[in-house]
């Protein structure tokens, strides 16, 4: 599986962190709706992963921003996404694997007989990205705004991906951010 060094926080005001994303010299690549659809995971090959964290799968149906998704017609995009992350404040490892769907509601409906939907999490994302660092700018229905790192393990060390991950909160000022342990489901299912 794919390796992400992630961090997530409940943030005030996602504007206030448009200058600090300048000084980083981080580049928007997109805004979009995500509809994600988590399916209850019964059993995993590994027990062990049980004691340090819930894994997770969901279905995440993508459309531009400028509307909602509420049919197969307005779906831009689809991924399939398993990922395995301990629920903790702190900057945290992902394990994670992702395939991309083409038939997301065909998909939708086998992985519900067969599973059952546990929660469906909706959300405006801006992303934007700093070299091998996505950041997400998280307006979550019913939850309120977030920032999201998810600093990706691709053709660095462990080390140099820490030491970027530490210099985007440093440079966002992160560290006096509320941090959430837990999945945006996790809240969801909570505030129910």
């Known amino acids: ?21 300048a000084e980083l010299k981080a580049t928007h690549r997109e805004t979009v709706h995500q509809t994600d ?11 062990a992963i049980l004691e340090t964290c819930k894994p997770r799968l969901k279905l995440r149906e993508i459309s531009e921003a400028r509307h909602r998704v ?18 903790q404040s702190e900057s945290r490892y992902s394990q994670y694997q992702l395939s991309k ?21 909706q959300k405006q994302r801006e992303v934007w990205m700093f070299k091998n660092t996505r950041i997400h700018l998280d307006t979550v229905t019913d939850l309120g705004e977030f920032i999201e790192l998810e600093t990706v393990f691709q053709g660095q060390t ?14 966002l000022h992160l560290g006096t951010a509320d941090p959430v342990a837990v999945s945006y489901s996790d809240l969801v299912m909570q505030k129910s």
């Open 101 to 121: 769907v083409s038939d997301p509601s065909t998909l939708k409906a086998l992985l519900t007989v067969a599973l059952g939907i546990e929660t469906i999490v």
């Open 158 to 171: 462990e080390a140099e991906a820490a030491d970027e991950h530490q210099h985007v909160k440093r440079t």
């Open 37 to 47: 659809t988590y399916f209850y995971v019964a059993q995993v090959k590994d027990a």
């Open 70 to 87: 509420t049919s197969q017609d307005e779906t831009d995009e689809a991924w399939l996404i398993y990922y395995e992350r301990p629920n």
């Open 1 to 21: 599986m794919a390796t992400n060094l992630e961090f997530k926080a409940h943030y005030q005001s996602l504007e206030s962190l448009y200058p600090r994303l």
